[in-house]
């Protein structure tokens, strides 16, 4: 019978879209954009079996999501770099969590690619 007890666990939200008031272009100050919002959050070692399957002893998804939806949309930002800083900034603020790796894409800003930053912060 194998005694690992602990693993290292990642929390992971991928292809989150929505409209956020982002970028400098005329078109995009007078109107949100899609982006696309991937996230990995480390939450370093953790046992394999939570104490007691209760959601509030553990880093909640829910809660995740609504924090990068708030974040990317609480008020105009022209700088895709300065949004994603100031996402990251967020979410390594989570109880539990070691380093975030953000990416955002812009997906309407060019008809023939997609725009994206990505960022690596914290322990990974």
Same mark, same amino acid.
């Given at each position: ?19 956020? /008031? ?19 959050? /480390? ?8 104490? =007691? =399957? =209760?959601?509030?002893?553990?880093? =909640? ?64």
């Amino acid at each position: 019978m194998s005694s690992i007890s602990h693993g290292h666990q990642t929390l992971t939200l991928q292809g989150l879209r929505f409209d956020a /008031n982002l970028g400098i272009l005329e078109q995009e100050k007078r109107a949100p954009q899609p982006i696309l919002v991937d996230a990995e959050l /480390n939450l370093g070692s953790q046992p394999l079996l939570p104490q =007691d =399957d =209760d959601i509030f002893h553990v880093l =909640d998804y829910r809660k995740v999501r609504r924090i990068i939806i708030d974040e990317c949309t609480a008020e105009h930002v022209n700088l895709l770099e300065s949004l994603i800083g100031k996402l990251a900034q967020r979410l390594l603020q989570l109880p539990g969590v070691r380093g975030v790796r953000v990416k955002i894409a812009k997906l309407e800003i060019f008809d023939d690619c997609e725009v994206a930053i990505r960022i690596e912060a914290g322990e990974w």
